[in-house]
């Protein structure tokens, strides 16, 4: 088999990712990230050249300096993040909620009891299929639809096996723990929820560490609520086209003659409605799972 060519995006990266597997725990960037990097600031420093063309020397000068901007991360120390920021997160909302709010340089784990747990993943390069994450989500799933506040998930900060609790940023996780919430309000944890506590130093550096990674944890919010809204019109839409389509679809059934124009309708309904839903799905604002239950009523 012929060996593949090298590209210069590929030869940037294999460099970049060997400086950044020597960058401290706190600072080291996801893949993503990586890939943000070169795209934007470096390969175009290389535009015209041929990847043999390229330094190595040259590549990882550009890549240095890129690390160097990027400000130390104290988002990634748990014992400066507000936890009660990640309290009462419902088992739905699990996954968004590790992807857009929980930063992606600390370590996480998900405690379900019966229904599963992963294994201490660090979020950097998180993928909701790959982490354990989904399989916990859908196995939940049949005993809390429509059981609105009772399949709930607060996270605790817990000391990594083999740790100390001596404030270091690598030493402790984020363990999603699921509780069972009664309909008189009592919770059932599934796992144990004794948190580790540990006193930063209280100087002004340190308020203004806090101050700073709440405002962005805050501003994260926002954003997720943005988007929650944007999905929940998406639903609003694709549940209005498809109750249209179904109304003209019973209306020509109905008819003891064929009538072509009803058909029509009903017809150019249906497509509309399929159309906006592969819409809309294609740019995650339903689930697949969403999707295919949509999907089967436009049969």
């Not at 497509?271 to 949509?294: C, D, F, M, P, V």
């Amino acid at each position: 088999m012929p060996k593949r060519k090298q590209t210069s995006y590929n030869k940037i990266l294999k460099q970049f990712t060997k400086v950044n597997a020597k960058l401290p725990e706190e600072r080291k960037l996801s893949l993503e990230q990586r890939r943000k990097i070169i795209k934007e600031k470096i390969l175009p420093k290389f535009r015209g050249k041929k990847h043999y063309q390229i330094k190595v020397s040259k590549i990882k000068m550009y890549v240095l300096r890129e690390v160097e901007r990027i400000p130390p991360r104290e988002i990634c120390n748990l014992n400066y993040l507000d936890l009660a920021e990640f309290q009462y997160i419902e088992w739905f909302s699990l996954d968004e909620t590790i992807s857009e709010l929980v930063p992606d340089c600390v370590y996480v784990k998900v405690s379900a009891g019966e229904w599963g747990e992963t294994n201490i993943f660090n979020t950097r390069n998180y993928q909701y299929g790959r982490n354990g994450v989904r399989r916990i989500v859908e196995a939940i799933r049949p005993d809390a639809e429509n059981e609105s506040g009772r399949f709930v998930f607060t996270a605790i900060r817990k000391l990594r096996p083999r740790k100390v609790n001596d404030g270091s940023a690598e030493n402790y996780y984020l363990d999603f723990v699921l509780n069972l919430v009664s309909r008189r309000g009592q919770a059932d944890p599934q796992a144990d929820m004794d948190q580790v506590s540990y006193e930063l130093p209280r100087t002004r550096d340190t308020r203004k560490k806090r101050t700073k990674i709440s405002n962005i944890i805050e501003q994260r919010i926002r954003s997720l609520k943005a988007k929650r809204d944007s999905k929940k019109r998406a639903k609003k839409t694709i549940d209005k086209n498809i109750s249209k389509y179904l109304k003209v679809s019973k209306s020509a059934a109905k008819l003891k003659r064929p009538n072509e124009d009803k058909i029509r309708n009903a017809e150019k309904k249906q497509s509309y409605a399929l159309k906006q839903l592969n819409k809309y799905y294609k740019e995650g604002k339903i689930t697949k799972y969403q999707y295919e239950q949509r999907k089967n009523k436009l049969k």
